[in-house]
Nanobody
Framework: EVQLQASGGGLVQTGGSLRLSCAAS????????IGWFRQAPGKGREGVSC????????IYTDSVKGRFTIASDNAKNTVYLQMNNLKPGDTAVYYC???????????????????WGQGTLVTVSS
C-alpha cells in the first residue's frame, strides 16, 4: 500500500523554525518528484516546494525562497522541508504529495498523481 506520512508541524513564534517530514512507504521516492503544498484558512492550495529525488532539482515559491529548504533522503525514503524564519503568513496545513517531474524541470511545483499525505498543521504566532 502506498502511503505518505507527513509530520513535524506545530506552533512556533515568528522567526522560529520547524522541520516537516514526509515518509514514503509502498514506493521509492528516488525517481519521483515530491512536493510540499499548503492551504491556509479561506485560501486555495499553494505549491511551496518540490524536489526531484533522482537528480536533486528543487523548486520554491517566491515567498519562501531563502527561508525554506527541501531535501530528499533516498536512503530513508523521506523528504524533508526545513522551514526557518517562519512568518504568520506561513500558517497553513502542509501536505506532501507526488509532484510533476516535468513541472520541476520547467520551474513549477504542482501535484501529480493521487498520492497525498494526511497534512500537518503549522501555526506561526506573531
Amino acid at each position: 500500500e502506498v502511503q505518505l506520512q507527513a509530520s513535524g508541524g506545530g506552533l512556533v513564534q515568528t522567526g522560529g523554525s520547524l522541520r516537516l517530514s514526509c515518509a514514503a512507504s509502498g514506493f521509492t521516492v528516488n525517481g519521483y518528484a515530491i512536493g510540499w503544498f499548503r492551504q491556509a484558512p479561506g485560501k486555495g492550495r499553494e505549491g511551496v516546494s518540490c524536489v526531484e529525488s533522482g537528480d536533486g532539482s528543487t523548486i520554491y515559491t517566491d515567498s519562501v525562497k531563502g527561508r525554506f529548504t527541501i531535501a530528499s533522503d533516498n536512503a530513508k525514503n523521506t523528504v524533508y522541508l526545513q522551514m526557518n524564519n517562519l512568518k504568520p503568513g506561513d500558517t497553513a496545513v502542509y501536505y506532501c504529495a507526488t509532484a510533476s517531474k516535468k513541472g520541476v524541470q520547467d520551474g513549477t511545483c504542482f501535484p501529480h498523481g493521487n498520492w497525498w499525505g494526511q497534512g500537518t498543521l503549522v501555526t506561526v504566532s506573531s
